[in-house]
């Protein structure tokens, strides 16, 4: 599948903005960003919901753009499931194949099927609202994948559940994509949700795609500080670039950064440095190694969380956050203490400001 | 990324089919609507139109209606002593009723919504089921009830009180009138009483209100909405009644509403009658903007 | 303290002014039905237990036809308005067009304007429409069950429309998306989901003009013709000339037609309000 250009506008709301993107067959790809980043009306337009504005969308190498739903290899599922209320389990999955007019048959059999690929055996004759949130998710799967459709778009799926059933239901889901093999686009607001389920995530932000890469790639090496701030917490350094490898900080020192690629910001503009707090390492003032950029700084709070503690150091320019193992062999610095902060050249990275 | 040959033409064609999509969107709304629309435009607003032309026309001595001869005349007759005084007689009586029904639906509406919600609905349902009853049906149970020889006037002579006569009089209207219109004033009151957030009673009597004090400070104020909302949805048809004076006020009580039909079934003065029945609507009209700026909509 | 509590006197207070609520809406309405069966020939007085006065409704031919023309008045009516109701309700709800303003504000008009102006409207229109239809084409048109119906549907659509909308509103869009995701054109979304979602408000539109068809005095009295008279139009003429035992008798009827009508709203209700809680776990 892929999208070049793709552009909706709603009146003079710009929801999704000239969005390029390509997702392999059998990937699980994730659509990740704040509410109201546009997210659903890009999902809207691969299902064809929604016509772009503007923009060409493939499936399969053929353009789908102005197609309307019901004549494209996809199937979703929605926000909050719109399971029809007034039919049993076994009407609403078999929905899709009446309508496609199916032979009655063929439509038992695969219901069943489907039935049982979630693990909703014996619940047939149910009606949605006598069923629990978890259910009303296997039965909207359902009811999606027994069209056997090429890509199967979720919309914030487990939105609805708890924490210890989305939990649950994450892995149900990765082990369901795997089983059928096809390819799952599904939109998310909950970055770990994200990091943890797909092959590949797309961050998106105000209609624009920020950046798009696997889980590591995004959580280690942002190229925009949207992204850097939306997934885990990071610390923004001004700076300027000097070199593809050299950042001269607002301070003034000279840091060395993983190269930067190409397209992303350019030598001689103003940049950011994201530093994550668990990738700095903090100790005594002067106790920092040799060949390391290095800060120092006064302790402003020391905040306890169980497994880890959260140091805040102020220097002159700002603040910075620092996160560090509890462990007895390090030392444990307190508020006012003067203290150094290192990190190996690979832990940063330069995002657009 | 592959530059698409042709994807300048790909981008217009996809706006089309945009653009095209929702023309076909709208245009399969308006046919949907355009059956009713014609309907209502023809058969509601064309007679709406013609009913003020008609007000502007004259009066043939005939009794028939020259549309030629454009004038005030029939808005001036509204200055006349006759019409003045159905006018105001109209707005008094329909005055009373309003305030009867305030008095007697607030108490109710608070009962209420201090139920029970098996006992609420019982009560709403209780209310609603006169409310659905046919209205001649209703109006015509208290002529019986108030006629001379009849159960209520039997009831106060059996106990040395005498018969009542108050069958074809102001009062038996303003009793019917009450009785067809209770059930517009005790809804929204209960709606609005049911809505009330009462910690905030509770804040006030916290802060040393008595409980009148913090009834006519807080739950007052805040019920305000049902209030207004209610007494227009009886202020408004009580102008307009006909059939209760009719039938109560033996047609001696003569209202607005009942004037209006006199001027067109007898005295055939059209464009008297489409004058008065302008005026009525301007009523309603100023109502209903007053009971949507009251939040009556949400009621 | 609670701020519900209520001190005792004004709980006793309010609980007498409920009852008397109660027995005011009531009481009207049962004597009525007791007297019916009183066998004095003077309505207001008891004369001790007779039938009669229904059974000489049944020889009445006048009562019987003005009941026929009530009840096709109220059908045909009804299914006119309910289903121009139900299409503009969805126009409103679901679609944007050209006009849709006005026309949402037009359809607002009939439920709150009085009966007598109404009455007033419709009488005036049908003297010119037909004043005009006789000067173009020659034909001598006249009033009588068509101007009844017409008039009737004219202020039913919106009471039919308001409640559809009100069901529509309450109707989850996606829906009719997710069905259009699953292979189902137009039509087929609207008669397998929209429709079986919306019907109960449909059927309550419905009755809700069926009561109003059969309630109306005022507008019909004003557009019926010599030959089709409704049964209030009549009752109410006879009311005018005095009250008499078989108009007891008819009232009683008048009052169990209402009363089954609004049986079945509030059974539809009761069913919505089941459906609809199940629907929200
Ligand atoms: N049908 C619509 N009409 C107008 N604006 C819309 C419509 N659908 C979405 N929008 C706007 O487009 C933006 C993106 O919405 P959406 O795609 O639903 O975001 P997300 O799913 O990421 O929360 C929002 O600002 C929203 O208000
Ligand atoms: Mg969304």
Known sequence: MSLRAVSKHFDDVVAVDSVDLDIGDGEFFALLGPSGCGKTTTLRMIAGLEIPSAGSLKIFGSEVGPLPPNRR????????????PHMSVADNVGFGLRMSKTPKADVARRVSEAISLVRMGGMENRRPAQLSGGQQQRVAL????????????????????????????????????????????????????????????????????????TPEEIYDAPVDRFVADFIGRSNFLAGTLEAHDRVCLANGDRVTVPSVADGVVSVGD???????????????????????????????????????????????????????????????????????????????????? | MTVLPDADALETALGEAERRGEVAERRRGLLLALPSFAY?????????????????????????????????????????????????????????????????????????????????????????????????????????????????????????????????????????????????????????????????????????????????????PLTMPGVIAGSILVFVPSMGAYVTPELLGGGKETLLGSYIVTQFLTARNWPVGASLSFVLMAVMLVSTIIYFRAGGKNL | MSGRSIAPTTRWLLRSNSALVIAFLYAPIILLAVYSFSGS????????????????????SRIQKTIGVSVRVALVSTVIATVLGTMSALALERFKFRGRRVFDALLYLPIIIPDVTMAVMMLMFFTQAF?????????????????????????????????????????????????????????????????????PGVLGGALLAITLSLDDVVVTQFVAGPGSTTLPVYVFSLIRKGVTPTINAVSVIMLLASLTLVAGSVALQRAQAVRGRTNSE
Request: net charge neutral.
């Open chain 2, 40 to 220: 209502m435009v023809l058969f509601f607003a064309v007679p709406l139109v013609i009913v003020l032309v008609y007000s502007f026309a004259t009066r043939t001595s005939s009794g028939s209606t020259a549309l030629s001869d454009w004038n005030l005349e029939a808005y001036r007759k509204l200055g006349e002593p006759i019409v003045r005084n159905v006018v105001i007689r109209s707005v008094v009586l329909a005055l009373i009723t309003t305030v009867l029904c305030l008095v007697i639906a607030y108490p109710f509406a608070y009962f209420c919504a201090t139920r029970s919600a098996t006992v609420r609905n019982l009560l709403l349902v209780a209310v609603m089921i006169p409310f659905w009853t046919n209205f001649l049906v209703r109006n015509y149970a208290w002529r019986l009830l108030l006629s001379s020889g009849g159960p209520i006037s039997s009831f106060t002579e059996s106990i040395g009180l005498g018969p009542t006569e108050i069958l074809f009089t102001k009062t038996a209207v303003v009793i019917g009138l009450v009785y067809a219109y209770l059930p517009f004033m005790i809804l929204p009151l209960f709606a609005s009483i049911d809505r009330l957030d009462w910690r905030l009673v509770e804040a006030s009597r916290d802060l040393y209100a008595s409980g009148p004090a913090s009834f006519r400070k807080v739950v007052l």
């Open chain 3, 131 to 199: 004043d005009l239809v006789d000067l173009l084409f020659g034909l001598g048109l006249s009033k009588g069950f068509a101007t009844i119906v017409v008039s009737h549907v004219a202020f039913n659509i919106a009471f039919v429309s308001v409640v559809v909308r009100a069901r529509i509103a309450g109707m989850d869009a996606t829906l009719e998306q997710a069905a259009a995701d699953l292979y189902a054109n137009r039509w087929q979304a609207f008669r397998y989901v929209t429709l079986p979602l919306i019907a």
């Open chain 1, 73 to 84: 290899p996809v199937n979703t599922v929605f926000q909050n499931y719109a399971l029809f």
């Open chain 3, 41 to 60: 020939r003077i309505p207001g007085e008891w004369g001790g237990f007779t039938t009669e006065w229904y059974a000489r409704l049944f020889d009445d």
């Open chain 1, 142 to 213: 359902a009811r999606a994948l027994v069209n056997r459709p090429k890509v199967l778009l979720l919309d914030e799926p487990l939105a609805a559940l708890d924490l210890k059933l989305r939990q649950e239901m994450q892995f149900e889901l990765k082990q369901l994509q795997r089983e059928v093999g096809i390819t799952f686009v599904f939109v998310t607001h909950d970055q770990e949700e994200a990091l943890a389920l797909s092959d590949r995530i797309g961050v998106m932000d105000s209609g624009r795609l920020l950046q798009v890469g």
């Open chain 1, 270 to 353: 103003a940049v950011q440095v994201s530093l994550r707090p668990e990738r700095v390492m903090i100790d005594r003032a002067g106790a920092a190694p040799e060949g390391h950029a290095s800060l120092e700084g006064e302790v402003a709070t020391v905040t306890f969380l169980g497994n880890s503690i959260v140091y805040r150091v102020a220097l002159d320019w700002m603040t910075i956050e620092v996160e560090t193992d509890h462990r007895p062999d390090l030392d444990r610095h307190e508020v006012g203490d003067r203290v150094a902060m290192w990190w190996r050249d690979d832990a940063i990275a330069v995002v657009r400001p």
